[in-house]
C-alpha cells in the first residue's frame, strides 16, 4: 500500500475507524485515523468448548465460531481427545483473520488447551453449559424456557465423552445436555449446529 490509501481499523476497544496510510517504508509505516466508522461491538456472552481434532478441522471450529458470534473459544481434553498440538498463537491469528473478514469489532479470547475435568472443578455455578451428548442422538432437544445468560457450548472430540464424563456432566445443574438430531456429526458440524441452536434460542440473532 502507498501514502494515502485507505485502510479500516478496529482494536477490540474502540470500534471501527477508517484510517489512511501516511508512511510507508519497507520495515514498516504508520497509519492515521480519520473518522470513526462504527461504534465498538461485543458478542453475547458465549464460550465454545471442544474437544481439538486434526489441525484443519479444528481451523474450521475456530473461524465459524468466530462468525457464529463466541466471546472465547476454550479447547478442552477429554479422556477421548487425540489431537496434535493445539497451537494457541496460530489460532488468535486465525481468529483476528476470520474476525477481519466477517466485519465484526472484536476477537474472541482464544485460550490455551485445558482438562475438561480441571475446567469443571472450578466451573463458575453462574455459567450453563449446553451439553451436546452424542448419546441422546434423536432425542427431542428444546431451548425453549432456558434463560439467558452466561452459556458455553461443549462439544467432545471424535471419539466421544467417556461414561464417567458423561455422568459428571449430568451432574452438574447447570449442564442442559441436549442431542445435535439423529445423525452422528462430526465435530466440526457438531459446533456449528450447536452454535446456531444457541445463537437462534438464546442469543443475537
Ligand atoms: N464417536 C462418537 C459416536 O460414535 O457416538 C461420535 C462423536 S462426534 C463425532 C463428536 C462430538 O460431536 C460429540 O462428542 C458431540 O459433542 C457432538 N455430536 C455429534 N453428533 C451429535 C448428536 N447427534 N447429538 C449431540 N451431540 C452430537
Do not use: Y
Amino acid at each position: 500500500m502507498g501514502v494515502g490509501d485507505p485502510v479500516m481499523l478496529f482494536n477490540g476497544r474502540d470500534g471501527e475507524w477508517r484510517a489512511e496510510v501516511i508512511e510507508a517504508g519497507k520495515r514498516g509505516g504508520a497509519l492515521g485515523c480519520v473518522a470513526r466508522t462504527r461504534d465498538q461491538g461485543a458478542p453475547p456472552d458465549l464460550w465454545l468448548m471442544f474437544a481439538p481434532i486434526r489441525k484443519q478441522r479444528t481451523d474450521i471450529i475456530v473461524e465459524k465460531a468466530v462468525e457464529l458470534g463466541v466471546a472465547r473459544i476454550r479447547p478442552v481434553l477429554t479422556e477421548f481427545t487425540r489431537a496434535e498440538r493445539w497451537r494457541a498463537d496460530k489460532q488468535r491469528a486465525h481468529a483476528i483473520e476470520a474476525a477481519e473478514q466477517c466485519g465484526i469489532t472484536w476477537v474472541p479470547q482464544v485460550d490455551d488447551s485445558a482438562r475438561l475435568s480441571a475446567l469443571l472443578d472450578n466451573w463458575d455455578a453462574d455459567r450453563r453449559i449446553l451439553f451436546c451428548d452424542e448419546s441422546l442422538l434423536g432425542a427431542a432437544s428444546s431451548l425453549a424456557g432456558l434463560p439467558r445468560g452466561p452459556w458455553a457450548v461443549l462439544i467432545g472430540p471424535e471419539g466421544g465423552f467417556s461414561d464417567a464424563e458423561r455422568e459428571r456432566l449430568r451432574a452438574l445443574p447447570v449442564a442442559h445436555p441436549v442431542s445435535l438430531g439423529p445423525r452422528i456429526l462430526r465435530a466440526e458440524t457438531a459446533a456449528i449446529a450447536a452454535l446456531t441452536l444457541w445463537q437462534s434460542a438464546l442469543g443475537d440473532w
